[in-house]
């Protein structure tokens, strides 16, 4: 389940990047998301992207850095969906 | 489009000879009224607040004629860029169920021509676009822009606009000069699929409601606490007009922000926020930060071909960390990225509960402290190539600051803005002279640039902040450190 949200996930990055960022630079996870370009723009669109596509709602409160690598996205998200 | 001797009769004409008039008949495929769309809501409002300084909010814009056109290829440009785009042939007006767009399905625009001066075809439309700029639009009944063709050699070779902050955003207006060309060459280009009135009508629907709500409830949690008004100290006397802005042209400072947002991975957007945030944070001689960023808001992928007003405010709040400017960069950036994430709101409901606020507080919080990144990709394309890790304090030499232009009631009592220059970090700073003096506005621009050049070379604690802008200040009026 975990890799399967990841590429999709992944591919969210891809879009809202308009291409800059691939689907697989952004599963490598060689670099932070800042680190391969994503915008704060594109990142304020992956946010609403997700939220649309999963239905939950992200809460930017705290600690950023989830949102900075695919497979800690993924691990966030997936509790959100599992405490629903 | 047959040429005329009318005369011109727009006051940016009066100074100028009489001009020749041409008419540009359009013909769109449809015609409307719709609700207005949130980016359009914040502009009605801001000119409804700025009366008749609202020539503040206009857009004066080029587009240069490329390769060897007549006027009649360029005045058929020009016809369909306006059946293009539904908000260039859009008026505006008041009604019992509140402000409408209407949208014309067809019309014409009167377009004047210039010879190009001794400044040359672009320095000319440069110099009349800002002309054009200093008249206000009757909203509810002029179209939303003007246009004057330069022309050299008996050709056209520039159009001068101004346009209405209720039409377009700089955004959009990236938008024509990239399309500007294919329209030019007569290209067949694809019809815009989505269009103002198409926004309003998805701006009144989910998910886009929830997220208006979210915005709103951030908001409230900053107002509930923020301090009313942006200075603690009294009103003096101001200069009249009151309001002024300051510009600075620095390659310094562009140059400095490249290399810091290259260090900390971070926007060079993110950067100056962090730079101008302190500095006003310095001034007001307070921990907290407090400004509103505007922001293109073009986060839905329908938005971002759309040639309109999209652009909201977001509300940044950066408590200045007790270390270094290493640290206030990198809270910058997520304080920015919370403000852009809450920048998404019906500016109605969000009036209604600022409104509230100051029913509970005895008045509304003043949050009239700005910061604009005009630039349209965040970058500065042109920069003059510089040795890696060269000092750049030597640069700051031929650094110039001027005063730009005054109004009486723009409102704001600080504005930081970030040109559209290409080879050079172009930041303009707008106060409230019964607040700040004008030398002030100047020692806090080089105050912006002092701090990005020194920080490449040290962490610049944010105590010593507050010495520099004091001795910059010191310097222009001339007193000791701080006075003034």
Redesign the interface.
């Not at chain 2, 922000?257 to 007001?284: D, F, Y």
């Given at each position: 389940m975990s890799g399967a949200l990841e590429h999709r996930l992944a591919d969210l990055v891809a879009d809202v990047s308009g291409g800059e960022i691939s689907a697989e630079q952004a599963l490598a996870g060689d670099h932070s998301l800042s680190a391969l370009g994503l915008t704060s723009l594109a990142w304020i669109r992956l946010i609403d992207a997700i939220e649309d596509a999963f239905e939950v709602d992200l809460d930017l409160g705290g600690d950023l850095s989830a949102f900075e690598r695919v497979d800690a996205l993924a691990a966030h998200l997936s509790g959100l969906l599992d405490a629903r | 489009m047959t040429p005329s001797t009318t005369p011109a009769t727009t006051p940016a004409a009066v100074s100028a000879a009489t001009r020749e008039t041409v008419s540009v008949p359009f013909s769109g495929t449809r015609d409307g009224e719709a609700p207005l769309t949130w980016g359009q809501r914040l502009m009605w409002r801001a000119v409804h607040l700025m009366g008749p300084s609202q020539s503040f909010l206009n857009c004066p814009w080029v587009l240069p004629v490329h390769g060897r056109r007549d006027l009649t290829t360029v005045l058929g440009a020009l016809g369909r860029m306006l059946e293009r785009h539904e908000s260039l042939r859009t008026t505006f007006a008041d009604t019992p169920h509140g402000p409408v767009q209407r949208v014309a399905r067809g019309g014409e625009l009167t377009v004047e021509l210039a010879p190009a001066g001794p400044d040359g075809p672009l320095g000319t439309a440069t110099r009349i676009a800002a002309e054009l700029g200093t008249t206000v639009f009757a909203h509810d009944a002029d179209l939303p822009l003007r246009c004057v063709i330069v022309l050299a050699d008996g050709r056209p070779r520039a159009l001068a606009f101004a346009f209405s902050h209720l039409a377009v955003d700089f955004q959009a207006l990236s938008l024509l000069s990239a399309e500007w060309r294919a329209l030019l060459r007569g290209d067949d280009l694809p019809a815009p699929e989505w269009q103002p009135t198409e926004q309003a009508e998805l701006e009144r629907a989910e998910?886009f409601l929830a997220?208006s709500r979210?915005s709103i409830g951030y908001w409230r949690s900053v107002l509930e606490t923020v301090p009313l008004e942006v200075f603690d100290h009294p009103p003096g006397e101001p200069e009249e007009p009151r309001f002024i802005e300051v510009g600075m042209e620095s390659v310094a400072l562009a140059a400095a922000a490249v290399r810091l947002a290259e260090r900390l991975?971070?926007?060079t957007?993110?950067v100056l926020i962090a730079a101008c945030a302190t500095v006003l944070a310095v001034v007001s001689e307070r921990p907290r930060a407090v400004m509103q960023l505007v922001h293109?808001n073009?986060?839905?992928?329908r938005t971002r071909p759309l040639v309109a007003t999209v652009g909201q405010d977001g509300l940044l709040v950066l408590d200045l960390p007790g270390t270094g400017f290493t640290d206030t960069c990198l809270a910058a950036?997520?304080s920015?990225?919370?403000a852009?994430?809450n920048a998404h709101y019906d500016p109605f409901e969000m009036q209604a509960m600022r409104a509230e606020i100051g029913r509970v507080r005895g008045r509304e919080p003043d949050l009239d402290a700005f910061f604009n990144d005009r630039r349209g990709d965040?970058t500065w394309p042109n920069l003059p190539r510089l040795t890696p890790g060269a000092d750049l304090t030597p640069l700051t030499a031929q650094t110039r600051t001027y005063v730009t232009n005054a109004w009486p009631g723009v409102r704001f009592k600080v504005f930081f803005t970030l040109g559209t220059a290409p080879d050079t970090g172009q930041l303009s700073l707008i106060i409230d002279t019964a607040y700040l003096p004008r030398e002030r506005a100047r020692a806090m621009l080089l105050g912006v640039e002092t701090l990005l050049v020194r920080s490449l070379t040290e962490d610049v604690p944010i105590a010593a902040v507050r010495d520099l802008v004091q001795a910059e200040t010191a310097e222009e009026s001339g007193t000791s450190p701080g006075g003034g």
């Amino acid at each position: 389940m975990s890799g399967a949200l990841e590429h999709r996930l992944a591919d969210l990055v891809a879009d809202v990047s308009g291409g800059e960022i691939s689907a697989e630079q952004a599963l490598a996870g060689d670099h932070s998301l800042s680190a391969l370009g994503l915008t704060s723009l594109a990142w304020i669109r992956l946010i609403d992207a997700i939220e649309d596509a999963f239905e939950v709602d992200l809460d930017l409160g705290g600690d950023l850095s989830a949102f900075e690598r695919v497979d800690a996205l993924a691990a966030h998200l997936s509790g959100l969906l599992d405490a629903r | 489009m047959t040429p005329s001797t009318t005369p011109a009769t727009t006051p940016a004409a009066v100074s100028a000879a009489t001009r020749e008039t041409v008419s540009v008949p359009f013909s769109g495929t449809r015609d409307g009224e719709a609700p207005l769309t949130w980016g359009q809501r914040l502009m009605w409002r801001a000119v409804h607040l700025m009366g008749p300084s609202q020539s503040f909010l206009n857009c004066p814009w080029v587009l240069p004629v490329h390769g060897r056109r007549d006027l009649t290829t360029v005045l058929g440009a020009l016809g369909r860029m306006l059946e293009r785009h539904e908000s260039l042939r859009t008026t505006f007006a008041d009604t019992p169920h509140g402000p409408v767009q209407r949208v014309a399905r067809g019309g014409e625009l009167t377009v004047e021509l210039a010879p190009a001066g001794p400044d040359g075809p672009l320095g000319t439309a440069t110099r009349i676009a800002a002309e054009l700029g200093t008249t206000v639009f009757a909203h509810d009944a002029d179209l939303p822009l003007r246009c004057v063709i330069v022309l050299a050699d008996g050709r056209p070779r520039a159009l001068a606009f101004a346009f209405s902050h209720l039409a377009v955003d700089f955004q959009a207006l990236s938008l024509l000069s990239a399309e500007w060309r294919a329209l030019l060459r007569g290209d067949d280009l694809p019809a815009p699929e989505w269009q103002p009135t198409e926004q309003a009508e998805l701006e009144r629907a989910e998910p886009f409601l929830a997220r208006s709500r979210r915005s709103i409830g951030y908001w409230r949690s900053v107002l509930e606490t923020v301090p009313l008004e942006v200075f603690d100290h009294p009103p003096g006397e101001p200069e009249e007009p009151r309001f002024i802005e300051v510009g600075m042209e620095s390659v310094a400072l562009a140059a400095a922000a490249v290399r810091l947002a290259e260090r900390l991975t971070i926007s060079t957007t993110s950067v100056l926020i962090a730079a101008c945030a302190t500095v006003l944070a310095v001034v007001s001689e307070r921990p907290r930060a407090v400004m509103q960023l505007v922001h293109s808001n073009r986060r839905d992928p329908r938005t971002r071909p759309l040639v309109a007003t999209v652009g909201q405010d977001g509300l940044l709040v950066l408590d200045l960390p007790g270390t270094g400017f290493t640290d206030t960069c990198l809270a910058a950036h997520r304080s920015a990225l919370m403000a852009y994430r809450n920048a998404h709101y019906d500016p109605f409901e969000m009036q209604a509960m600022r409104a509230e606020i100051g029913r509970v507080r005895g008045r509304e919080p003043d949050l009239d402290a700005f910061f604009n990144d005009r630039r349209g990709d965040g970058t500065w394309p042109n920069l003059p190539r510089l040795t890696p890790g060269a000092d750049l304090t030597p640069l700051t030499a031929q650094t110039r600051t001027y005063v730009t232009n005054a109004w009486p009631g723009v409102r704001f009592k600080v504005f930081f803005t970030l040109g559209t220059a290409p080879d050079t970090g172009q930041l303009s700073l707008i106060i409230d002279t019964a607040y700040l003096p004008r030398e002030r506005a100047r020692a806090m621009l080089l105050g912006v640039e002092t701090l990005l050049v020194r920080s490449l070379t040290e962490d610049v604690p944010i105590a010593a902040v507050r010495d520099l802008v004091q001795a910059e200040t010191a310097e222009e009026s001339g007193t000791s450190p701080g006075g003034g």
